[in-house]
């Protein structure tokens, strides 16, 4: 296994664990640690963003240059992953907010669903 393989497992592993105890610190009221699960919630998420930026530099490439259309659609594709997400929160984690919930969430797919013409186009 070379070095930049066994970086990139390591970054995965520690990323993914954090990433997953922040989401369930966030989750769990039993733990009472929703603020602290953010923050370490952050940090997995950080690592895991990192990783690409990590394998590009070990792999000796030279900077690359930004297609803001590419940055665009993924930003709105994370944002709609965002708002689908917050719905299912609000309904699973959070008591009394079930339709405003449902509301969010319907908004989410539907914000979905406009990424297959962002992505692909219409013809």
Do not use: D, H, Q, S
């Not at 966030?26 to 733990?31: H, I, T």
């Not at 952050?42 to 259309?69: D, E, F, S, T, Y």
């Not at 917050?86 to 009394?96: D, H, S, Y």
């Amino acid at each position: 296994m070379t070095k930049k393989n066994f970086l990139f497992l390591v970054l995965t592993v520690v990323g993914g664990l954090l990433f997953a105890l922040g989401m369930c610190m966030c989750l769990l009221p039993e733990w009472n640690a929703f603020r602290p699960g953010v923050v370490v919630t952050g940090l997995g998420l950080a690592v895991l963003l990192a990783i690409g930026l990590v394998r590009w530099v070990m792999a000796g490439k030279p900077v690359a240059k930004i297609n803001w259309n590419k940055v665009g659609k993924w930003a709105y594709c994370a944002a709609a992953l965002l708002v689908l997400g917050a719905g299912m929160a609000m309904i699973m984690a959070f008591e009394g907010l079930m339709i405003p919930g449902l509301i969010v969430g319907v908004i989410g797919i539907v914000l979905m669903l406009g990424l297959i013409p962002v992505f692909k186009g219409l013809k």
